[in-house]
């Protein structure tokens, strides 16, 4: 029995490694938002309303804001130019959600 018991807890240990290592490659930790601009950034954060962005690969990411995600969208590309991809809680937006968000690009 207790052979069978520490068979499980290895297979769900390294189920939950290759679940946390997998997850952290497609959304870094601890954000909600992932804003991916066309032209390589050169600030290594941003502050908007209460949010604040940091760079991570490339992307800038933040957590969850009580704006609506359009809304935090169109503002990190008023501030970093047009966006090539934006995600909400590892969700991207559509094409016709990212042309909404970039017509408010600078």
Do not use: H
Not at 11 to 24: I, W
Not at 50 to 75: H, Y
């Amino acid at each position: 029995m207790t052979r069978i018991v520490s068979i499980f807890a290895t297979l769900f240990a390294s189920l939950m490694l290759f679940g946390a290592a997998t997850g952290y490659a497609q959304t870094p930790a601890g954000s909600y938002y992932v804003a991916t601009p066309a032209v390589a950034p050169t600030k290594a954060s941003l502050v908007i309303n209460s949010s604040i962005w940091t760079l991570q690969n490339a992307s800038f990411v933040s957590g969850k804001a009580p704006e609506r995600d359009l809304v935090m969208c169109q503002q990190v590309a008023q501030r970093t130019g047009k966006l090539s991809a934006f995600s909400v809680a590892g969700a991207a937006l559509d094409a016709d959600a990212l042309a909404k968000c970039n017509a408010r690009a600078k």
